[in-house]
């Protein structure tokens, strides 16, 4: 069994930047992803990286979220600028068939 700790998120204004990190348990180099899910909104994918390093990012954030994976390689890390109210969310991060608890970022405008 997987564990997966969000944390980082908060309170911003539009325009501010947030860093989000994903602890997973144990040492593995699986494909990880960061989702979102706004109140009353089916939870969306934002961003993935590969065991290649490799990324993918939702439309809605190209350019201005940035993920990437720690050292060790059972971290994954969120970095968003430039963020807009539509971004308030709920933030999980996932790993095969695992989620974390989520992190919630807020960004007033």
């Known amino acids: 069994q997987v564990q997966l700790v969000e944390s980082g998120g908060g309170s911003v204004q539009a325009g501010g930047s947030l860093s989000l990190s994903c602890a997973a348990s144990?040492?593995?180099?699986?494909?990880m992803s960061w989702y979102r899910q706004a109140p009353g909104k089916e939870r969306e994918f934002v961003s993935g990286?590969?065991?290649?390093?490799?990324?993918g990012y939702a439309d809605s954030v190209k350019g201005r979220f940035t993920i990437s994976r720690g050292s060790a390689k059972n971290t994954v890390y969120l970095q968003m600028n430039g963020l807009k109210p539509e971004d308030t969310a709920m933030y999980y991060c996932?790993?095969?068939?695992?989620w974390g608890r989520g992190t919630q970022v807020t960004v007033s405008s």
């Open positions: 996932s790993v095969l068939t695992y």
């Open positions: 144990g040492h593995y180099n699986y494909d």
């Open positions: 990286i590969d065991s290649n390093g490799r990324t």
